[in-house]
């Protein structure tokens, strides 16, 4: 007989997107996994059963301090992975929606020293104490949101020694609130002014000051680079993540966001883990990620948040046989923390079915980030992370707009903590 400290039953549908492939492509992607009149124990952290209620009846006894709730024939799904964040930074830029809707485009406030670098001159100034109080409260609202596995990039310092302390934060915001967190090293975010017009100095400086203490100390995962005209060249990007590579960390790209910048064909040619955006990317280039097994990871909030001509090619990536992830890209520019909310506008606007889009968000945005092993899928033995939405199948996640979880997991205590802090 199994025990356990938690059984939730009265699941009417359970998407454990435990079988078939990882990452999942075409026809795979739109593989659930479902159980219907189903249930999920808990022991310790971990699942320890996930089937249907009536065989958990019979198998499963709830230990005599333990938990026992009834989801009341809603969904559950597996805590949401985000897969693509700028989660650490100071301030905000509100300010900028007026540019915005006059016509300023992304690059054009960042060349007039706002945009990114507003946020990098707040981001300096701000003590390590502010950055974590204001990340905190960001990720502990994403968590609410269902999200329970996230990256978090650096790439508001843009010095050697300021991405540095971004990166040694990560480990602290983990423990206050409880979510696993994904540190990714973006030093390469923009060009500072403080080497303005030598990119390829700060490229140098990247790689000689920062990748050997980043690599020395596991600061990172992951080396992403911004591969846009004005940010990083395509030789700019690839010097640093060869390095990267050397050093031990794996590999991103920010690719094709505001043209097709050669980004999303490197991302192939280097086999990266992801690449990310890719708005502007070529059937072409799809195909090439298709053969290099590149995940797409997309963000179909932030074309809206930059007034971009163009929506996240979902559709076009899946039927290429990409691997597509999506997230939040949650930044002071596009100022979303709700994966459900992604998967609305990963169907609405991306053209994924809802299959595909919480599949994205689930089983391939773990695999776009490195965990695949504990994060994406309900099973025996893997850490108890789900959420449960109170509606009857999980198409209606993404088919509600406004949608919340109605409760929270991570490694089977609910989420957010009481306090927060104190996860």
């Not at 199994?2 to 998407?15: F, H, K, N, P």
């Not at 003590?127 to 790439?155: I, N």
């Not at 990267?244 to 280097?270: P, Y």
């Amino acid at each position: 007989m199994t025990r356990a400290d938690l059984i939730v039953t009265g699941i009417g549908d359970l998407a454990t997107m435990a079988k078939g492939p990882v990452p999942r492509v075409g026809a795979a992607m739109r593989e659930l996994g479902r159980i219907s009149r189903a249930a999920v124990a808990v022991d310790q952290g971990r699942f320890v059963f996930v089937g249907s209620e009536a065989r958990c009846r019979r198998e499963v006894r709830l230990r005599s301090e333990g938990t026992r709730w009834n989801a009341g024939g809603g969904s559950v799904v597996p805590g949401f992975v985000d897969p693509h964040t700028h989660a650490l930074f100071a301030g905000d830029r509100a300010a900028e929606l007026d540019l915005k809707i006059a016509g300023a485009s992304y690059t054009e406030i960042a060349r007039r020293g706002g945009g990114l670098f507003q946020t990098v001159r707040a981001t300096r100034a701000a003590g390590g104490p502010q950055l974590l109080r204001a990340a905190e409260a960001r990720l502990v609202r994403m968590g609410a949101q269902g999200t329970t596995t996230c990256e978090v990039k650096s790439g508001y310092a843009l010095t050697p020694a300021g991405e540095i302390r971004l990166l040694t934060l990560v480990p602290g915001l983990a423990r206050r609130t409880g979510l696993r967190l994904v540190p990714t090293f973006l030093g390469a975010h923009a060009v500072p002014p403080e080497f303005a017009d030598r990119p390829d100095k700060y490229v140098t400086a990247l790689i000689q000051q920062a990748l050997p203490t980043i690599a020395r100390r596991r600061l990172a995962v992951f080396c992403d680079a911004f591969c846009e005209p004005g940010f990083f060249s395509v030789a700019e990007t690839e010097r640093l993540l060869r390095a990267a590579r050397t050093a031990g960390l794996e590999l991103k790209v920010h690719a094709d966001e505001f043209v097709r910048s050669g980004g999303a064909a490197l991302a192939a040619r280097l086999r990266c883990r992801s690449a990310d955006h890719l708005l502007e990317s070529s059937p072409d280039d799809y195909a090439a990620l298709a053969d290099a097994g590149v995940t797409a990871v997309l963000l179909p909030l932030t074309p809206l948040a930059s007034f971009a001509r163009r929506a996240s090619p979902g559709r076009a990536l899946v039927d290429a046989g990409v691997p597509v992830a999506v997230g939040t890209d949650l930044s002071p520019n596009s100022w979303v923390e709700s994966m459900p909310l992604v998967l609305a506008h990963s169907v609405y606007s991306a053209r994924l079915t809802p299959a595909e889009a919480l599949t994205a968000a689930t089983v391939n945005s773990a695999h776009a980030i490195g965990v695949s092993a504990d994060a994406g899928q309900i099973a025996v033995g893997r850490p108890a992370d789900f959420a449960v939405f109170d509606v009857p199948s999980v198409e209606r996640i993404p088919y509600q707009w406004d949608l919340a979880p109605a409760r929270v997991y991570r490694r089977g205590i609910r989420f957010p903590p009481a306090e927060p802090g104190m996860a």
